[in-house]
């Protein structure tokens, strides 16, 4: 396992509370000075290193490199005085891309590469609702980070950095455009490292975007999500024999660094609450299940990940595609029906064409609290074209993803579907180990025709009684059924 100091790395930041990891702290001189003085602005030791921060080798080299060029760059100007004789050295860098990705831990890490302090600016420590005021500003934060010799980082920078307004017409406009003057001046002489972040570089005016060296940060990779996770866990914390790789994989699908620190605290919170001497994978899952939830309140609409991968599906709904029959359309209706759209996953409904569906099928099957396995007449003994049965295989969708449920401690409801000398529970010697755990479960029977109009409402019933988050959504749906759960007799009833 790769363990990192990442939680533990810098004692005197961790200091200000865990919301300092993402902005440094205001100094009292910041934060107190007189609203017609100019602002002090204090360099800090940056926060993280390169061997913290997960990024494509190819990306972190080009930024390496870049960077110690320009810092020697920066002295043959400065110190050898190349600056006199009018050559113009560039400087500043742009990162950006979607929210949590490294983007902030890469400007620190590229002060730390270089031996340099980083001053970091947020808009409101350099906003003034005084004309003349914020200029002033921006002018002291360049003579500070010179002074010093520290990076100059602005964070939010599409604040700064987007087009001028051509028609200024309230005071707040006049202060942007002159803060921006003043930016695009001191860019143009400036000879210390600047750079930028944001989420959103497609507002930035063409002038600054012409003098700006620009990194893209793309969201994790598989590989990348799961370095990140191994990173984050720091020496002391305990985890279960069950946390592996393979078992944590699925979880980290489609989350972006800072999702991946949420879900280790998450997970870690409810084993202390628990009681648990270590963190399980349930703990895990039912973390990245909350993580779920609330992902698309919290990313940028702009940036929000395809519509199979939302993450809002609380009902996955697993049958074998030579088993579709009659049933399995008018249940996934049903469902939907009652409990929202958002809320239903079936792969052959949700995802769209070019999606990628393995890991897509994975992550939901692990994320869904409910998994209705749909057992049909040819579940157990369907077979492959060279004659072996199909859920003996470990590439069985149907075997894997019931697995996956399972592992992650959500409710897996055995769904029978058929006339009763059709269908029955599988015997515990019939199924292949990963999946045996379901066969204890308590199963529904969908008879064909008027037994299913009796049975589903039932279904509906039994799930908004399992799930809270489920009984909420059918009430917001205002549809309400007559609540008793109909219980499939098993072989030896
Ligand atoms: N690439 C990464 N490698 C390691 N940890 C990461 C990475 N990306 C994010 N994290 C984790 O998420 C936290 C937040 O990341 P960071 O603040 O750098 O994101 P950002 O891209 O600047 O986001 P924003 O656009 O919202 O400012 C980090 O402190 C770290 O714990
Ligand atoms: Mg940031």
Same mark, same amino acid.
Request: hydrophobic share 25%; aromatic share 4%; with cysteine.
């Given at each position: 396992m790769l363990v990192d100091k990442l939680m533990t790395r810098k004692p005197s930041t961790l200091a200000h509370g865990p919301g300092s990891y993402d902005s440094l702290p205001v100094n009292e001189t910041e934060a107190s000075s007189a609203a017609h003085e100019p602002r002090h602005f204090t360099p800090h030791a940056p926060l993280y290193a390169f061997d913290l921060v997960v990024l494509p080798a190819a990306l972190k080299n080009r930024i390496v490199t870049t960077a110690t060029l320009l810092d020697r760059g920066n002295t043959v100007f400065d110190d050898w005085r190349l600056s006199e004789i009018g050559a113009d050295q560039f400087a500043a860098f742009n990162f950006y891309g979607p929210p949590g990705i490294g983007k902030t831990m890469a400007a620190h890490a590229v002060a730390d590469l270089l031996g340099r302090p980083i001053i970091q600016v947020r808009p409101g420590l350099i906003e003034s609702p005084y004309i003349g005021e914020t200029p002033k500003n921006i002018d002291s934060l360049f003579r500070a980070a010179e002074r010093e010799g520290a990076i100059l980082f602005f964070d939010e920078a599409d604040v700064w950095l *987007?087009?001028?307004?051509?028609?200024?017409?309230t005071v707040a406009d006049h202060v942007l455009n002159s803060a921006r003057a003043e930016l695009l001046m001191w860019l143009d002489g400036y000879h210390g490292l600047v750079i930028f972040a944001t989420?959103?570089? *497609?507002?930035?005016?063409p002038a600054f975007l012409r003098r700006l060296i620009p990194f893209e940060f793309m969201p994790p990779t598989e590989a990348e999500r799961i370095e990140i996770f191994w990173r984050h866990i720091p020496d002391p914390m305990p985890l279960a024999a069950d946390v592996t790789e393979e078992s944590i994989i699925p979880l980290l699908h489609g989350l972006m660094g800072r999702d991946i620190r949420r879900l280790i605290i998450d997970a870690a919170m409810n084993a202390v609450l628990d009681g648990s001497p270590a963190v399980s994978h349930t703990h895990f899952a039912s973390a990245a299940n909350g993580i779920a939830k609330s992902l698309p309140m919290t990313h940028d609409a702009q940036e929000q990940p395809p519509m199979a991968d939302r993450r809002s599906h609380l009902i996955f709904i697993s049958y074998r595609g030579s088993d579709q029959n009659w049933a399995t359309e008018p249940v996934y209706a049903r469902m939907t029906e009652a409990f929202g759209a958002d809320t239903v996953f079936k792969a052959g409904n949700a995802l769209r064409a070019g999606e990628e569906f393995p890991a897509i099928v994975k992550r939901e099957a692990a994320s869904?609290?409910?998994?209705?396995a749909c057992i049909g007449p040819e579940w157990l003994t369907a077979t492959a074209p060279d004659g072996?049965?199909?859920?003996?295989?470990?590439?069985?969708w149907v075997q894997e993803e019931i697995a996956i449920s399972l592992q992650a401690g959500n409710h897996v409801v055995p769904l029978l579907i058929g006339n009763r000398n059709e269908v029955a529970l599988p015997k515990p010697d019939q199924v292949p180990e990963s999946i045996r755990a379901m066969v204890y479960r308590q199963a529904l029977w969908l008879a064909p025709g008027r037994g299913l109009d009796a049975t589903i409402p039932m279904l509906v019933d039994c799930l908004a009684e399992l799930v809270p988050e489920l009984a909420e959504r059918r009430r917001a749906r205002s549809t309400t059924q007559p609540a008793s759960v109909a219980q499939a007799p098993r072989d030896e009833d």
């Open positions: *987007s087009r001028r307004i051509e028609s200024p017409e989420n959103s570089v *497609s507002s930035y005016d869904c609290p409910v998994m209705l072996s049965r199909r859920l003996d295989s470990p590439a069985d």
